[in-house]
């Protein structure tokens, strides 16, 4: 589901790992006063020491950038226990108005000019409110599979309704 919250175009992450590339070449020029790739090339390779701290380096850069998703999935492993509304039961209903969603900890109502975008990921029906903020229908949630359409084409309609 993070992956599906934290999707980003192919180009977008290449650019963010061309800037980590050029922080990573700036960091080893400050530890080296050695600006020129062609001779910082050559001292990384003949130093193991710079070599090794770069190659961790390029690996975590290409995590952030191609890989953000597992990121922001640990994060949100870590984080859910801290939260209140933690294992308690969410009910969540579609209206006309928006989206309710009510438990023993809270009662938001969502309007849908709120809802930012939908997507009908297999198992769940998923409505973007920010791009780390959620409303998740599960298809479990549903006595039948076209009950879960059926909620997934109000909530297209909704969306589309209100702008």
Known sequence: M?????????????????????SLWYFIGLLTDIFNPKFMAKF???????????FAMIAF???????????????????????????????????EEGIE?????AKVNFPWRAVKRIVHEGNYLIMAISKREAIIFPRRGFNTDSEFEAAYQFAADRLLASG
């Open 44 to 54: 990384l390779y003949a130093s193991s020491f710079y070599f090794w701290i770069f």
């Open 61 to 95: 850069s290409i995590l952030l950038s191609y890989f953000n998703h597992w990121l922001a999935a640990g994060i949100s492993f870590f984080y859910f226990r801290q939260m209140a509304s933690a294992d308690a039961r969410v009910t969540l209903t579609m209206s």
């Open 101 to 105: 969603s009510q438990s023993e900890v």
């Open 2 to 22: 993070t992956r599906v919250l934290t999707r980003r175009p192919l180009a977008r992450n290449s650019l963010a790992f061309v800037l980590w590339l050029f």
